[in-house]
């Protein structure tokens, strides 16, 4: 049964920065793509970033590009997300994701199977 366990969001002030980490078991994730996700209240989940387990792909929404990098450590088995420059408009609940998406829908939540519980990030001074 595939887990996932997100952790490290918080409170931060405007212009910090956060790691988010996504602890991924159960299963082999060859071939499968974690993603990050948001979900702000009253908003729709929004992409944030992705990437192959395998490697090959790295994909980031347009309002984290340039701000937020997603990186895999095999060794622990997680996934992180590092946001630097955080806006009150990052202010939502992430969550990571594990599915088979193809290129066209790395970005679409419903191509994710397995998710996580979410964490919460507050930016506000």
């Known amino acids: 049964q595939v887990q996932l366990v997100e952790s490290g969001g918080g409170l931060v002030q405007p212009r910090g920065s956060l790691t988010l980490s996504c602890a991924a078991s159960?299963?082999?994730?060859?071939?499968?793509?974690v993603g990050w996700f948001r979900q702000a209240p009253g908003l729709e989940r929004e992409f944030v970033a992705a990437i192959r387990w395998s490697g090959g792909m790295i994909r980031y929404g347009d309002s984290v590009k340039d701000r937020f990098t997603i990186s895999r450590d095999y060794a622990s088995h997680r996934v992180l997300l590092q946001m630097n420059s955080l806006k009150a408009e990052d202010t939502a609940v992430y969550y990571c994701?594990?599915?088979?998406?193809?290129?066209?829908?790395?970005?679409?939540?419903?191509?994710?199977?397995?998710w996580g519980q979410g964490t919460q990030v507050t930016v506000s001074s």
């Open positions: 994701a594990v599915g088979r998406p193809i290129a066209s829908t790395i970005t679409t939540p419903g191509a994710y199977a397995h």
């Open positions: 159960g299963r082999s994730f060859s071939g499968y793509a």
